[in-house]
């Protein structure tokens, strides 16, 4: 699968699970475990300009082009990205954004070895200064 084909199978998913109208969504992805496991989140805005959430309830299809556009990243030599952000307007433009966030790197290795999350809430404190979201 071409990393095309892949951004046409996650367009067209964000798409297809909009109910109504609406004019431009975001789809945030997390990568964890070197890219083998994915979470996804997002918003759309309808046409009033109102922000609502976008239901992440994709087939496997769409988690498995996600896996295999982390490989393709990672096989090309791109720069490391544990983050993406899709943009998509209802015309089906669409950008994205990959970046790295070190604290979701680091919570997934905390995990990874077997960490608590009583052990993550105080490491978290103690390095990055913040508690997570209750």
Known sequence: MTTNEIYDVLTDAISSVIPG???IARLNVSFFSDGQEIEFDGTYLNPEGEAEPLTTDFPDE?????QRLYAHRTQEGHP?????????????RFTTDFSWDQEIQDEDEHFSNGGTAREWIAIRE???????EE
């Open 126 to 132: 103690a390095k990055y200064g913040t508690k997570p």
């Open 62 to 66: 769409v988690t498995e082009a996600v």
């Open 21 to 23: 109208d609406w004019t």
């Open 80 to 92: 490391r990205a544990n983050q993406l952000q899709i943009d998509l307007t209802v015309d089906g």
